[in-house]
């Protein structure tokens, strides 16, 4: 499967702790995308990624949020001290540099925190 | 601030019926359009998109009508299959920065009955 790939597909947290998610790309495209969303809306942009470069923050991405893509392959995100109100799907995507309109998703972390 | 709507939270359709499901835009600077489909538990999957020079794109049983001086796009399926039961999503991208973002309405789900 050249697919993108998410890990976990679900992660159940206390309020309080540090989660860390994980997405590796399809291979050949250089630009990574990080989007959540929340039930009944359309996926919100939070982050961008051109190879290793975090180029763009949405201003949804609070300071308890860090992105890293080291060496411009697979990506992490991580979310310190959850809150409630970051349960959501958080969802990883990921486009050439030819054809960079037209992203792939992967299948996402379904993430609940209690 | 909803830049890309979608009216119609769902909508019904017979086998072999035509589809149609709308989409609204404010964003005048938004210029390339593209159509996601998303089963339960999956990411979004790419279905069409198309180019503001255009006002119709086809591909299949799926087609693409953008107006743009209504700032209104349609997304056609005929004839409907059961295994297009799914929502749909409509976004939206335009130029400027470094990232192509996309921004997404908040969906359509759509039933086609056997």
């Known amino acids: 499967d050249t697919g993108v790939s998410q890990d976990p597909r679900h992660k159940i947290t206390k309020r309080g702790q540090n989660v860390t998610f994980r997405c590796d790309p399809i291979?050949?495209?250089?630009?990574l995308y990080w989007y959540r969303q929340t039930l009944g809306q359309g996926p919100e942009f939070l982050t961008y990624?051109?190879?290793?470069?975090?180029?763009?923050k949405s201003r949804l991405l609070s300071d308890r949020f860090s992105a890293e893509r080291p060496k411009g392959s697979f990506s992490t995100l991580e979310i310190q001290r959850t809150e409630q109100g970051d349960s959501a799907m958080y969802l990883c995507?990921?486009?050439?540099?030819?054809?960079?309109?037209?992203?792939?998703f992967g299948s996402g972390t379904q993430l609940s925190v209690l | 601030d909803q830049q890309v709507k979608q009216n119609s939270p769902s909508l019904s359709v017979q086998e072999g019926r035509i589809s149609i499901l709308n989409c609204d835009y404010t964003n005048s600077m938004f210029d390339y359009f593209l159509w996601y489909k998303k089963y339960p538990a999956e990411g979004p999957t790419f279905l069409i998109s198309?180019?503001?020079?255009?006002d119709k794109n086809e591909d299949g049983r799926f087609t693409v009508f953008l107006n743009k001086s209504a700032k209104h796009l349609s997304l056609h399926i005929v004839p409907s299959q059961p295994g297009d039961s799914a929502v749909y999503f409509c976004a939206a991208s335009r130029e400027g920065g470094s990232a192509r973002q996309l921004t997404f309405g908040s969906g359509t789900q759509l039933t086609v009955l056997p």
């Open positions: 291979s050949e495209h250089n630009r």
């Open positions: 198309i180019s503001s020079i255009k």
């Open positions: 990624f051109q190879n290793e470069a975090q180029l763009e």
């Open positions: 995507a990921s486009s050439s540099r030819n054809f960079n309109e037209k992203l792939f």
